[in-house]
């Protein structure tokens, strides 16, 4: 059963957020990896590189204080954090790590 998509109305908390990325990347990957016939690895490369020049403009964005967010870029942090992040999703997850389980039955 496939998951029911998530639209940006749905968006309410960092869950949902990361949901719709999820479904949003992955689509974005197949339309290009179909259209382009690109090998996996090359419009992989691509999104991160695309992610990477979204962090440097919204970082821009941020450099003089004006949004009323209050976030302060700090490169050098900041983008350690996204490699750790890239890095832990994309880490095979071993058999026996019950987020990857599949439920049976009910308690």
Not at 29 to 53: E, H, I, N, W, Y
């Amino acid at each position: 059963m496939l998951p029911q998509p998530v639209k940006t109305a749905d968006i309410t908390d960092e869950n949902s957020a990361q949901t719709y990325l999820n479904q949003a990347i992955m689509t974005t990957f197949c339309r290009v990896l179909d259209s382009s016939r690109l090998p996996p690895d090359v419009v992989m490369k691509l999104l991160a590189t695309a992610l990477g020049q979204t962090y440097r403009e919204v970082a821009a964005a941020h450099q003089d204080g004006g949004c009323p967010c209050g976030w302060r870029p700090q490169p050098g942090t900041d983008i350690e954090t996204l490699r750790t992040s890239l890095e832990e999703a994309a880490a095979p997850r071993r058999i026996d790590d019950l987020l990857s389980m599949a439920a049976v039955g009910r308690a």
